[in-house]
Nanobody, 123 residues
Framework: QVQLVESGGGLVQSGASLNISCTFS????????MAWFRQAPGKEREFVAV????????FYGDSMSDRFTISRDKAKNAVYLQMNSLQPGETDVYYC????????????????WGQGTKVTVYS
């Protein structure tokens, strides 16, 4: 059973940086494309970034590639999202997702999900 566990969320001031993590169990992380989504209360889940199985392809949501970086550590079976210059409007729950082949922006394309980690940005 594939399990994803996010961590690293918290309370940060506007303009700050934060690196959140997702650990992957019951499998080899390099067999999966890994993605991050985020969701604010009352809103639909929004695509943030995805990284391919062999790390050679990354893709970001609109206006995120200049501040966010997705990466993977095979040895730690983990994927990360480095977020810079966070804004209050980015107060969301951030979710990690996995799929057995490269996927894109659609939430429905992903097979496995974590429980999310809360990021709160205050001004």
């Amino acid at each position: 059973q594939v399990q994803l566990v996010e961590s690293g969320g918290g309370l940060v001031q506007s303009g700050a940086s934060l690196n959140i993590s997702c650990t992957f169990s019951a499998g080899t992380i390099t067999n999966y494309a890994m993605a991050w989504f985020r969701q604010a209360p009352g809103k639909e889940r929004e695509f943030v970034a995805v990284i391919s199985q062999n790390n050679d392809t990354t893709f970001y949501g609109d206006s995120m590639s200049d501040r966010f970086t997705i990466s993977r550590d095979k040895a730690k079976n983990a994927v990360y999202l480095q977020m810079n210059s966070l804004q209050p409007g980015e107060t969301d729950v951030y979710y990690c997702a996995a799929r057995g082949q490269m996927a894109g922006l659609k939430e429905s394309a992903y097979d496995y999900w974590g429980q999310g980690t809360k990021v709160t940005v205050y001004s």
